[in-house]
Nanobody, 124 residues
Framework: QVQLVESGGGLVQAGGSLRLSCAASGRTFSTYGMGWFRQAPGKEREFVGAISWRGASSISYADSVKGRFTISRDNAKNTVYLQMNSLKPEDTAVYYC????????????????WGQGTQVTVSS
């Protein structure tokens, strides 16, 4: 029912910035919670941040990225963004866009829809 396509990944130096975008299909985008997860080689997929259908009043972040990453959404464009600043080598991972009805849980096994992922590599 929902198709997600990520873009914006790449190779950056430590301390640099990237903005990831996730375009979602469907006119009901505004009723879906959106989020970002990441998965480093050999590790489990982990929660990064999420924004509910209510928008800025319901945003959460993992402690590891709080203060550095910002999630936002533009319902008119059916797009969610992840602005990543002060990047660290530890942030290197494949980043996945996620969507679910109203809210996105921090447990990846509970997520209804996933994008294909975009690689983010941070060099030291």
């Amino acid at each position: 029912q929902v198709q997600l396509v990520e873009s914006g990944g790449g190779l950056v130096q430590a301390g640099g910035s990237l903005r990831l975008s996730c375009a979602a299909s469907g006119r009901t985008f505004s009723t879906y919670g959106m989020g970002w997860f990441r998965q480093a080689p050999g590790k489990e997929r982990e929660f990064v941040g999420a924004i509910s259908w209510r928008g800025a009043s319901s945003i959460s972040y993992a402690d590891s990225v709080k203060g550095r990453f910002t999630i936002s959404r533009d319902n008119a464009k059916n797009t969610v963004y992840l602005q990543m600043n002060s990047l660290k080598p530890e942030d290197t991972a494949v980043y996945y866009c996620a969507a679910d009805r109203f809210t996105v849980a921090d447990n990846p096994s509970e997520i209804a829809y996933w994008g294909q992922g975009t690689q983010v590599t941070v060099s030291s």
